[in-house]
């Protein structure tokens, strides 16, 4: 009980230093906040309020108008059997997959208050529902960043394939028994055309208002932070992923290395998709106290394994390039090693998810 009365001491002292440090540099350099809250909002005016305000309006009129129940009839036979989760999950899965983040997210929850899917079955969900549209990867990397459409395709094909590993990983962490939550009721109330629509424009401006003030919020913080480090170095510009995967994309783009590396930074970031998205997911899903564990192992798996997929599909397909023996041989083998790394991590968590799985399984038969 000490410990666990430490750790959460150790938790909260951090996030109180770190929200007193992020407030000292305000102070201190109110002229770089301000440019950075600018940046970022104008981000969001010309690129996250125009392509994802339309998808969150679509997706709460295909839940309210009880979609969700024609389409788990149709995808139960995929989405229980692989990812272990109800086919209404596949609207989460589907509209992430095609919109962006954080739409995914939003989806998963909003068929969670509805009463279409468990507690358990939302958590796992989250964990590989929630990822990167296909407007961004192929139009702002592969065509506008890059210049070349394959990239993007094969980034985004990446994306995607990482998420359905993890998907079918996470399967493995579920529980013997998954029940809904006593307040959570499947229902259909009969609404007219006018009141769903309205319903739904109302909850979409707020969640547009909410992943807005995280977007300016993190980029100011990761500016803020960034002003100690050299702008030209590979690791600024990871960092800068780190914080919001837009920005960061754009940073590597720019750097001075082989673009082999570039594109496998841009799949990594892309994959993890930053804290910014993180803390968009974690407004959202913090009134339905939803337990985000599994979405942040999720979103560093696939980050890990987008990353490991575009490594050795470039490497070993010349899709893009064609490598002589000689120069595969004078690659990086620091660049290899990490590669295989992130596969045999990921291949860890897979094994472990399945032994606690096994265990939980025979205790409850004991």
Known sequence: MNVLKKIVVLKKTAAYSGIIALTVLIILRPDHAMQAAENALLLCG????????????????????GFAQTLAKICSPIMKPVFGISGSGSAAFVLGLISGYPLGAST????????YLTEGETERLLGFCNNSGPLFILGAIGASLF????????????HIAAAFAVGIILKFTKKEYEVISPHMTISNPKMSIGEIFSTVISN???????????????????????????CDMWYTAFITGLF??????GAVAELGIDEFYKIILSAFIVGFAGISVHLQVMSI?????????KY???KLMQAGISAAVVYFVIRYTNILYKFTPAEKG???MGFFTAAGFVVFVSAVIAIVAVSVSKARKTRAEL
């Open 244 to 249: 919001e995967f837009a920005s960061g994309t």
């Open 46 to 65: 010309e690129t996250i309020i125009p392509s994802l305000f339309p998808f969150f309006v679509c997706s709460g009129l295909l839940i309210y108008s």
């Open 147 to 158: 210049g070349n459409p394959k990239i993007g395709w094969l980034i985004y094909i990446s």
């Open 296 to 298: 942040i192992l999720g």
């Open 285 to 293: 899903t913090s009134k339905y106290r939803l337990s985000l564990k």
């Open 330 to 332: 004078s690659m990086s």
């Open 108 to 115: 998963a929850c909003s068929l969670y208050e509805s009463g």
């Open 204 to 230: 979409s401006v707020g969640s547009m208002l909410n992943v807005c003030g995280v977007i300016v919020f993190a980029s100011t913080a990761a500016q803020l932070l960034l002003g100690f480090f050299p």
